[in-house]
């Protein structure tokens, strides 16, 4: 009568593991929206940035937001979309303002 | 007590194939692992855009003619600010600058005289001509830092030596990694901008509700004009990394049909030996229940073990090694590309998500061939 003793051990020490990290996270979370995000949103709002800087291939990618959904096939007509990044991003949900 | 010595039988059915639920469970662990990495780095990415961009400017004023961005002139921001309820219009100067040294794209961002002191920035902003601040990125890549200079060739060819007066923290990576902020003259100089024309033009609002109203005053009385709102930017980064992301759907599907067949397996039989103990088992008085009690239980061992062993990976790999294996998928060609340092924001409904689409199929796949067998004659079973 072992072998589920240890197996339940195994199961509550994974389960508090990853409780222990998610709640690690949380308060990670809160920390840090306590200490960087006012200086990152004053950054923000001084530069009057638009985007994240996350795919620096292609004009459309840097400013996802900024450029139109037919930017990528723009160059001349039929032209293809060829950028990497263009096929991780997925178009904007709707393109008309909410009222 | 009758339970947990049906779960001991079930674990000790388990431990006779050790390595082939060895196997299993390192398949399965590693799958889930896949998919929560994406889950988790999506959301995180998410709440981060969000929490980031919400201090975006309201309204953002571009020139469109045929289709494309247009420098915008600046004297479109007279009208504007005639427009009832706009609070300010500040036109923006800005672009690109392609890096043959590096062959690294850099953004150029013209900031007005006199800055104010930002705490995300190593030394200070611009200030005077000549000057400039520098994202992370460009500072590694080109390898210079405060008080070095930075050299970058303008439109008439010429090179343009400028001062690194700052350089920006890492913790701002993701939003400027590979900036270069200099003066508006400089910016302008650099470009070759015509004197009264500016790349776009943003415009506070006084009252949040009426962002919309505005944005259509400004496309009647400026027909060439696009209005991109705060909300819409959102929306963009809100849909950027959504299931329908090139991200999810490549790296998301192929993991989950890996699961799939995972439980297909499972599902389409089970081996003549676990038929042959399914008909000794029925065949020393163990009712059908219990022998689907134990296949149950067998199933929950493989797949809660590999689902806990798989979320763990997975909150490292993103949260701790910057989804390192990750990267090469959505880095593309981006020579800079900014070091992950993500927020550890997950939500418990994802994981909830992921439980049931792992352990519920798994549990399933092992239960329903086992009441196949269980069903039948012990005699028959146990002669295949």
């Known amino acids: 009568m072992t072998k589920h003793r240890k197996f339940i051990a195994l199961t509550l020490f994974l389960a508090a593991a990853l409780g222990l990290l998610l709640g690690y996270g949380r308060s990670q979370v809160s920390a840090r929206l306590a200490g960087e995000l006012p200086p990152l949103q004053a950054l923000v709002r001084t530069l009057q940035l638009t985007d994240l800087s996350l795919w620096t291939e292609a004009r459309y990618t840097r400013h996802p937001s900024q450029a139109d959904r037919f930017t990528p096939f723009q160059d001349f007509p039929a032209a293809l979309e060829h950028f990497p990044a263009g096929s991780i991003i997925a178009p904007v949900l709707t393109l008309h303002p909410q009222p | ?108 961002l013209a900031v007005e005289s006199d800055p104010p002191a930002l705490d995300m920035v190593q030394g200070r902003l611009p200030d005077g001509p000549g000057e400039c601040a520098i994202g992370a990125g460009v500072s590694q890549s080109r390898n210079v830092g405060t008080g070095d200079d930075l050299i970058l060739v303008d439109s008439e060819n010429l090179g343009v030596s400028l001062e690194v007066v700052g350089v920006f923290r890492a913790e701002s990576r993701l939003l400027t990694n590979d900036l270069v902020v200099l003066g508006r003259n400089d910016l302008t100089a650099f470009f070759g901008y015509p004197p009264d024309l500016a790349t776009d033009i943003s415009v506070a609002v006084r009252n949040p509700r009426e962002v919309n109203t505005v944005a259509e005053k400004i496309k009647r009385i400026l027909p060439h004009s696009r209005p991109i709102s705060r909300s819409e930017i959102l929306r963009t980064y809100a849909g950027v990394f959504n299931w329908r992301s090139g991200m999810m759907l490549s790296v998301f599907s192929a993991a989950l049909i890996a699961f799939c067949i995972l439980a297909w397996d499972k599902a389409t039989g089970i081996s003549a030996e676990e038929k042959r103990e399914i008909g000794i088992l029925k065949a020393i008085g163990w009712e059908t229940s219990d022998i689907l009690e134990l296949k149950f239980w067998e199933g929950i061992a493989v797949s809660l073990t590999s689902l806990l062993l798989g979320l763990l990976a997975a909150y490292v790999h993103v949260f701790f090694l910057g989804a390192t294996v990750l990267t090469p998928v959505i880095k593309g060609w981006s020579v800079i590309f900014p070091t992950f340092r993500l927020l550890p924001a997950v939500d418990f409904y994802q994981v909830l998500v992921i439980g049931f689409l792992t352990v519920t199929p798994y549990v399933a796949s092992t239960v329903v061939p086992s009441w196949k067998a269980a069903i039948t004659d012990p005699e028959t079973a146990m002669r295949g």
Request: glycine residues 4%; positive net charge; charged residues 20%.
């Open chain 2, 1 to 108: 007590m009758r339970h947990l010595k049906i779960l001991e039988y079930a674990l000790s059915s388990l431990v006779r194939r050790r390595y082939k639920n060895l196997a299993i469970i390192l398949v399965y662990a590693f799958t889930i692992a896949v998919l929560s990495s994406v889950l988790f780095l999506t959301h995180a990415l998410k709440t981060e855009a969000s929490l980031l961009l919400a201090e975006a400017p309201e309204l953002i004023v571009q020139k469109v003619i045929g289709g494309r961005h247009d420098l915008v002139p600046v004297a479109y921001g007279e009208k504007i600010a005639a427009i009832p309820g706009v609070a300010a219009v500040v036109p923006r100067f800005w672009g690109y600058y392609y890096d043959a040294l590096t062959k690294a794209n850099y953004t150029l």
